[in-house]
């Protein structure tokens, strides 16, 4: 039963705060371009792996979905995206959603960070504004963010 | 994962946050959260599971539908409480002058390989060291083990990462092992507990521990239950 100690020991950190939370209203899920970005760490075969604690991202190309796991962490269950990538990113349910005219569009691009970090200064202040424009330049309006 | 839907609302994308742990989520407040009580790497809850997968993402979506803040907690839940023991048959020693975990990780090469065959190597080696250097890591943690202090030990990188490869090759042979896709923390209990392997990986981090050495350098060789 190693989750609920694991998810207890993940409960003493705090959480950032926000004084103000944007909202941004999208276009009809219809119409919008969904992309995926996960803190699990992921990238391609080609790239380079993520750092204990880097901040950064790498982007993921939606049509090359050779993705591998870099989390650092110990402390989650890596059998099942081992098994099925979609257990963390699920681009082929968005391919079928959008097949089926739910969403849009799936995006041509996707991001990872690494999650699991004490410090998240610099992804509030330089990856994360970073990684938002990439993926807005790129047409995205709707964005799932799936933890690791 | 919360910090990361602050910023992208700000800066103009429409965000739906999944959370694993109600508390994380609840204390960030995404603009739109969906707390899944799923197993930690499990966010969309069920590999392979696809009808599983499209409700969790069809509740997601409609969280897009929220004029204001919100947090959701989807329907179903999936616990590792109940879940299987992993039983996987155990490769038979085949040479009784090697260490019996070196003899395993042998042994187990073509379960691992049948693995990456099925599935990729998606989780499996590569972080520092590849499949065909398990045999080789795993012996510098048996020395480790048996008192040498880890920096002379020839670890071919920083503990925590070389054991994640390990543990990502045991995990994999057990893939390779089963007929269906274990439940989760069943490959990670069966590694610490069942194999030979695992046994020298918590009895390496146990010296480490009682030597003295700084927790950073052998506090992660194990999920924190351990």
């Known amino acids: 039963m190693p989750d609920k100690d694991v998810k207890a020991s993940g409960e003493r950190f705090e959480a950032e705060s926000f004084e103000t939370v944007a909202f941004t209203t999208p276009p009809k899920l219809s119409e919008a371009t969904v992309a995926v970005v996960s803190t699990a760490a992921l990238h391609h075969e080609d790239q380079t792996n993520f750092a204990a604690t880097e901040t950064g991202y790498r982007v993921l190309k939606n049509n090359l979905r050779d993705y591998q796991t870099g989390q650092w962490s110990p402390n989650f269950d890596s059998l099942g995206f081992a098994a099925d990538f979609n257990t963390i990113i699920p681009l082929d349910r968005l391919d079928e959603l959008a097949k089926q005219g739910v969403i849009g569009k799936v995006s041509d691009i996707h991001l990872s960070y690494a999650g699991s970090q004490y410090d998240l200064s610099a992804v509030r202040m330089d990856s994360g504004p970073a990684g938002a424009k990439l993926l807005k330049d790129a047409g995205v309006d709707v964005v799932l963010l799936t933890p690791v | ?226």
């Open chain 2, 1 to 226: 994962m919360s910090t990361l839907a602050h910023v992208f609302e700000q800066a103009g994308l429409a965000t739906i946050a999944l959370g694993s742990i109600r508390k994380q989520i609840a204390e960030a407040a995404p603009p739109r959260g969906l707390w899944c009580d799923f197993p930690l790497g499990r966010p969309l809850g069920k590999p392979g599971d696809a009808a599983f997968q499209t409700r969790v993402l069809e509740h997601a979506f409609s969280l897009l539908d929220a004029t204001e803040q919100v947090l959701e907690e989807f329907a179903e839940r999936i616990s590792d409480e109940d879940n299987e023991a992993l039983s996987c048959p155990m490769p038979p020693r085949t040479n009784k002058a090697l260490h019996p975990a070196l003899d395993e990780v042998r042994g187990l090469r073509p379960a691992y390989d049948r693995g990456i065959a099925l599935y990729g190597n998606r989780a499996a080696t590569g972080r520092v060291i590849s499949a065909d250097e398990i045999e080789e890591a795993l012996a510098t943690l048996v020395r480790v083990s048996e008192g040498t202090p880890w920096t002379e030990a020839g670890i071919p990188g920083i503990p925590a990462r070389v054991v994640q490869d390990i543990r990502g090759y045991y995990e994999v042979a057990a893939l390779g092992l089963s007929d269906h896709i274990p439940s989760a923390w069943a490959g990670a209990s069966w590694f610490f507990d069942e194999t030979q392997g695992g046994k020298v990986v918590l009895n390496a981090r146990a010296a480490m521990r009682d030597a003295g050495e700084e927790r950073q350098n052998w506090y992660y060789m194990a999920p924190v239950d351990r």
